[in-house]
């Protein structure tokens, strides 16, 4: 019977891990289907063989649609279900390290420090060529690094390290990067660049690129395997530094070393696509109601959750008042607070 008990769950996870592939790979399809002008499921399979396969171009689809498919909306959709994975990984991540149920990647002051950065370059970058230079991604990639940097400072300077302490520094640094962001924003010389700040914070995968897809999968694949090895510290470090140091694990270490790896892949994530809320703080919650709260078994469930939500976000971020597009952040808001609402709710029955 022993073996029967260990089997169950593992099924368990197996089917649960094959429904959400399925559900995902639909996902992107419609995601590429859906836009401005819809395209057929004709033309967009012909499409995707054209690209993958290398195929003839049938007579029946267009090379605009080809083009729309294979240089627009597929880098779109495969963006959308990086940055997903990347958050959903890096929220339970974040919720375990710091044993608190309302943990989110950006908790760590990484959104707003991206945020002055990008705002500096959109704002700024006219009247100064170094900005200008720079680029809005980089912009705010070193934004979130200087905010990264800032609340390392701040958790260390009172001495050892602790979730706390943390959690403290971080709302610290969120609200004086927030702060700087709305200075800039009101010091835009046209609504233009206003506009665009506010768009940007709001999160969008509009201007998703094979660059942005490279560079964000190859961050989101080596953090998700980094943490799938240590797995295992997590787990310790959720119960508790005492717990995990009478198990052999040196809480400060490991801690500091994963808040980097989730830092640098949030960082980059934010840079590419702006900030996407919620997903970091729901995802989690979600994959533990469904399978429970072991981390290592919980990566995998949260990076397919993760990616599911924001390409079925960002399809209908198309679709609610086309041919113009609701920033992502927005819908993702909207639907995720009465998403964590009900698992608040229900909190008790998966612990």
């Known amino acids: 019977m022993k073996v029967d008990f260990m089997i169950i769950p593992t099924i368990h996870r197996i089917v649960l891990i094959s429904a959400l592939l399925i559900l995902l790979l639909f996902s992107i399809i419609l995601a590429i289907m859906i836009g401005a002008t819809d395209i057929s499921i004709s033309d ?33 959709a495969l963006l959308g279900t990086i940055v997903g994975a990347g958050l959903g990984i890096s929220g339970l991540t974040i919720q375990s390290l710091l044993r608190n149920p309302l943990g989110d990647p950006y908790i760590l002051g990484i959104s707003s420090g991206a945020s002055t950065g990008a705002a500096l370059v959109i704002v700024l970058g006219g009247s100064s060529e170094l900005l200008s230079t720079l680029g809005v991604t980089v912009g705010a990639f070193l934004g979130a690094l200087a905010a990264i940097v800032a609340v390392g400072l701040l958790a260390i300077s009172g001495g ?12 610290a640094v969120t609200y004086f990067f927030s702060a700087i962001t709305s200075l800039i924003t009101l010091m835009a010389k046209n609504a233009a660049g206003t506009k665009s700040v506010m768009f940007w914070t709001l999160g969008s995968l509009g201007s998703a690129s094979w660059k942005d897809v490279s560079t964000a999968g190859t961050v989101v694949l080596l953090a998700f395997i980094l943490l799938l090895l240590l797995g295992r510290r997590i787990d310790l470090l959720e119960l508790g530094d005492d717990t995990a140091r009478s198990l052999g694990t040196n809480p400060s270490f490991y801690r500091n070393f994963l808040i980097i790896i989730v830092a640098f892949t949030v960082a980059t994530l934010v840079s590419l696509t702006g900030s996407i809320g919620f997903i970091g703080l729901v995802i989690p919650h979600l994959a533990k109601y469904l399978v429970g709260s072991v981390a290592r078994v919980n990566l995998p469930i949260c990076a397919l959750l993760g990616a599911l939500l924001v390409v079925i976000a960002d399809t209908f971020t198309r679709m609610i008042i086309r041919p113009a597009e609701l920033p992502i952040g927005i819908l993702t808001a909207l639907v995720g607070t009465p998403m964590l609402m009900s698992l608040v709710k229900n909190r008790n029955e998966y612990q």
Do not use: C, H, Q, W
């Open 44 to 76: 967009t399979l012909d499409g995707l063989r054209i690209y993958f396969f290398g195929e003839t171009k049938p007579f029946s689809i267009s090379t605009v649609d080809i083009e729309i498919i294979n240089e627009i909306r597929l880098p779109r």
């Open 160 to 171: 050892r390290t602790t979730p706390t302490r943390i959690i403290f520094a971080g709302m």
